[in-house]
């Protein structure tokens, strides 16, 4: 397996990653499982609901959507294997492949995905007031006035089911980006009749709360312990999964130099490093083939000033600080 240790460095915008090969002496596992840690429990694995990326960092591992990002961030086809797009930009159009399964957390197959998934999750989004809402809500024709309760009629809103494997989205105007979109969870499929079994356990934090159709099925998941997957055996495209599974470690932080040597002794298939910390420059000596460097963190982070104080008179808000509302985006 491919080993690798991130650079804790002190730039603004970046860090450093050392990366690195399987004849590296600190690789010991004896199993294709990647290793390493988490800093916080989700708190939910309903992804449609969720904005968080406590959870979808969990149940990306699991549930794929209509498109996806390859490595170099390109978006390339998942669940929809084709699309296309009206002339005027406003009709999203998707072909679903046939045959992707559900799966529990047992690994029991449940039911075909199909485009009515698709209309169920955003129905079930706009129905919890999602977090992740504000992606779409302006978007997708006719979601605003759902959400806002202007009109209780779901069909009005633009996302439609045409046949089993066909689903469409209207938008209100162009949007040259909007695929991009079809990564987030809040447009993620759900089962409808799964949906209402788990009735509102549905997305609590358990593997069997939620199906999965994606490359990994989520074992286990104990609070300030540890997360672990298994690979999908019954993945569309399984062929290009390289992992037998997924172990994550829960790390609260009082230990930094921890992660170096777990890496060393085989627990971990990676590590950050500290580079004011003693001993990195032997490290750095020890593994010179394996550093690379990236960017700090992969989410785009924005304040929102609000200067109009009188548009808040009808909340609860009431200080300063309330009224400055910050934001991140994952």
Known sequence: ?????????????????????????????????????????????????????????????????????????????????????????????????????????????????????????????????????????NSIKGLDDYVSGATKDFSTVGVKALDKYTVQYTLNKPETYWNSKTTYGVLQPVNKDFLKAKGKDFGSVDPSSILYNGPFILKSLTSKSSIEFD?????????????????LTYFDGSDPESLYKNFEKGNYSCSRLYPTKPGFKKIEKNHKNEINYSLQDQSTYFVVFNLNRKAYDFTSKNSDTQKMIPMKLF
């Open 231 to 247: 690979k999908n055996e019954n993945y569309w495209d399984a062929k290009h999964v390289k992992l037998d599974g997924v172990k």
């Open 1 to 137: 397996m491919k080993k690798y240790l991130t650079v804790a460095g002190v730039a603004l915008l970046s860090v450093s990653l050392l990366q690195g090969c399987s004849n590296s002496k600190s690789t010991k596992q004896k199993s294709n499982v990647y290793s390493y840690v988490y800093v916080s429990d989700p708190n939910t694995l309903d992804y449609t609901v969720s904005g968080r990326a406590t959870t979808s960092s969990v149940t990306t591992q699991g549930i794929d959507g209509l498109l996806e990002n390859d490595k170099y961030g390109n978006l390339v086809p998942s669940l929809a294997k084709d699309w296309k797009v009206s002339a005027d930009g406003l009709t999203y159009t998707y072909k679903l492949r046939k045959g992707v399964m559900w799966y529990t957390s047992d690994g029991e197959e449940y039911a075909e995905v199909t485009a009515n998934d698709f209309v169920t999750g955003l129905k079930h989004a706009a129905d919890k007031k999602s977090d992740a809402l504000y992606i779409v809500q």
